[in-house]
């Protein structure tokens, strides 16, 4: 017996070493208990702390936590709990203090432990009790759901920020574009790539971002009513497919819902954002929730693949054709059938919906478009839209239709069928159609992947956008190319408009140079005319003294003879009569008036010689002078002549300058451009570095917490084992201590001390 005791008095005290592993060791064990349950951890809670006011006799707010059924059912204010996701769960907000009206009522918040008990039964799925299986409650992908849906214009409109413009794919061969939308607020189109989905500025052409779409071909492409989401779908013919939602402004990933066995070919998204429906050549309709991505409808009623879809802008509607001509429009919420639409004898390739939901127009490989009210489905027009096929048909926002098809060319109608416009035609069958009713143009996309930007009210041509757009390193290298070919041209123009003005310059000299020249010889020429007419009023002056002279000598010469015959007569006279005094005098006097007449006259005859060498004099000036104006004229006219040439030379030098300056202001332009075009690339190519260093950050680190949440489980498991140890030392010590209890009661009994 002593040995025996001996034996159970070690087991007993290895066992409680085995227990007292820690002194934490009760703490422990429930940490790492695997399940925590309704039953097992979390009622107690309820019991103790909200059982008093929810309880089946007393269910504040409609909830029951007395039993898990009850507690599933939850109240006024819906479920209680989110299984796998505390952080959503009403009940944990409340108790937690997180949320208003905060639980219990008018009492402190509960402890700790148990806030970290709740928590735990939450996140491990909600389970009622040890033997339930984890059946945690798909977590909601995004609230995108919109509580007060509008066709209007939105008061945030969404352009797409800055993104990644590094296509996933590179194509040397351009393909047929599958899909494309056009924002129904912003200039901003989408364009189906392979793998991606390529986003453009409707206006200036230019590329705004590239989104990835790893599933596969891009078949179908839709903006939300308010431009704010994009919704991608399709996937790989025969091999799987899915939709995506796309937040615009980030090109973010926001949900993937749908894995169907086959590619998506039509889908679209409600006005709330709340649902998306696709299809496909399952033939079946399917819609899903965008909150939870469950299945909420599946719509079994077309015979063939399905080519459209598409809700009406109210949300209230979901219209949906196939290749069968099968046309139907059902109840969006639920997926009740509202109307069957019967006309169409081909496949159906679109369907789109007026902007008030009251229309819905359809397009057809049977030639018509076709429009359709909702009150009773009536058709309400129909023509032919293309002599070969419709294949893609939009509205616009004021109610015109635009179409494509098989006759190569993009036609905008109004909704009697007359057609407003038409592109020019296409190179090859035109696949895709779409319009932005921002900048009021139209985009058409044919066979060879050639996408054309258009005028909507003519058609006309305006430019190109592509799909399948270059790398980023080789838009730079391209760019830096045409850089450096507009670096050349704004050297050879400058240089043109440099040489340019300074033969104008030269020339200009020249002209001035002439007309100060001019200047000159005018001023002279009248000078010397001036002279030349002072000449000839002194030449007149001398000729009149010189004919005055002439008269008077002419009259001495007439009468000096007489007087000196009478002279000599009256000398005669008074020698024979010399005491005549009276003769004496006469004879003195007349003497005097001969002598003074021939001095006069020997006078006036020097006179007249000098007069006539004055005027010789004058009329040699006179004659210099009119040799000199003539000289002068004759400059002035020749030098006018060159001044009027070098003019016409001047204006049409002029011309060249300022078509040189044109040309040299082009080349800069474009040579500021092609700078810019550069260093938008180089930003472009940076940006995508920090971007992928950045996730090359976020996968070290997802991949580090990866190891710590794996240690984490290592260290887990471990105390799991420590549990399980503990709880086998437990038993063992139970054991001991009932061993011990018999040993006492033999004792006892035997009346010894044990």
Known sequence: MITIRTIDFITIGVALCIVGVGPHAAVLAEEVTDKVTYEDHAKPIFRQRCFSCHNPNKKNGGLDLTNFTNLLEGGGSGSPIEPGDSSSSYLFALVSHEAEPHMPPNADRISDEELTTLRRWIDGGGLENSSSAVKVRKKRQFDMAVSDPTTGRPARIVMPARMSMQPDVVSDRDTGVTAMATSPWAPVIALAGQRQIVLYHCQSLRLLGIVPFPAGQVNVLRFSRDGAVLLAGGGRGGAGGKIALYDVRTGRLLAEIGDELDAVLAADVSADLSLVALGGPQRLVRVYSTGTGELVAEIKKHTDWITAL??????????????????????????????????????????????????????????????????????????????????????????????????????????????????????????????????????????????????????????ELDATPPTLENRLAAAREDRDRCQAAHSTASKAAADDQAKLTALEEVQQQLVERLTADRGLAVKKQQEAASAEQEIGSLRARRLQLDNRIAQLNHGLPTLRETLEKAVAAQQALPDDAELKNAAESLERIVAARTSEMEMGQKSLAALADDARNCESSLSELTETIAALQREVAADQQQSDSLRAEIEAQREQCGKSGQEADIAQQRLVVAVDEVRHWERAIEFVAALQSLQAQRTAAEQESSVAKMAVEKLRKELMAQQQRADSAGMKVAEVERAIAELQEVAESEGNEP
């Open 310 to 463: 598409a809700f009406s802008p109210d949300g209230v509607l979901l219209a949906s054709s196939d290749r069968n001509g099968g046309l139907h429009v059902w109840e969006a919420a639920n997926g009740r059938e509202y109307l069957t639409l019967k006309a169409h004898t081909g496949a159906i390739t679109q369907v789109a919906w007026r902007s008030d939901s009251n229309i819905l127009a359809s397009a057809s490989e049977d030639q018509s478009i076709r429009l359709w009210e909702m009150e009773n489905g009536g058709q309400v027009k129909n023509w032919k839209g293309d002599d070969n096929g419709v294949l893609d048909l939009r509205f616009t926002r004021d109610g015109l239709l635009v179409s494509c098809g098989r006759e190569r060319r993009a036609k905008v109608w109004d909704q009697n069928g007359t057609q407003k416009a038409a592109t020019e035609s296409l190179d090859d069958i035109a696949l895709q159609v779409t319009c932005c009713d921002e900048t009021q143009r139209l985009f058409v996309a044919d066979w060879t992947g050639a996408i054309r930007a258009c005028q909507m009210a003519d058609g006309s041509f305006l430019g």
